[in-house]
């Protein structure tokens, strides 16, 4: 009796995780690099391709800052704007957005001129 009270709980924990994993697992992913081995560039990709148009909804952003000369900002619709790292700061960031319709820009501010990438919601 008591084993199998153990085995009931084991299975009740394990189904908990595998619950939780998937509630953080729903967001698709985007990830942008800006920086790397200082080159004046920066990107957003989806499944490993540049993001030229995406679907409207919640996407995890992981966003690597390869340098302390460069950082890493987005521009959207309706003069929303996130900065997702600092010039100084080199490291990865982690953050969830909500994107809804229109055109955004991702950029690095002291270089936005050279620096950008744009991309569609929709
Ligand atoms: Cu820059």
């Known amino acids: 009796m008591v084993r199998l009270t153990a085995l009931v709980l084991a ?3 394990s189904a908990f995780m595998l619950a939780a994993s998937a509630s953080a697992a729903s967001h698709p992913k985007l990830v942008g690099v800006v920086g790397k081995n200082n080159a004046y560039m920066i990107t957003l990709s989806s499944k490993g391709k540049i993001a030229k148009t995406l679907k409207a ?3 995890t952003f992981v966003i690597h ?3 302390a000369i460069h950082n890493y900002e987005l521009d959207g ?3 929303k ?11 990865t960031k982690t ?5 809804t319709k ?10 936005e001129s050279v620096m950008f990438q744009h991309f569609t919601v929709r």
């Open 11 to 13: 299975l009740a924990a």
């Open 57 to 59: 909804g919640t996407y």
């Open 65 to 67: 800052d390869d340098s």
């Open 77 to 79: 619709p309706h003069g």
């Open 81 to 91: 704007s996130w900065t997702f790292t600092s010039v100084a700061f080199v490291g």
């Open 95 to 99: 953050r969830t957005l909500k994107l």
């Open 102 to 111: 229109g055109t955004y820009k991702a950029y690095c501010a002291p270089h």
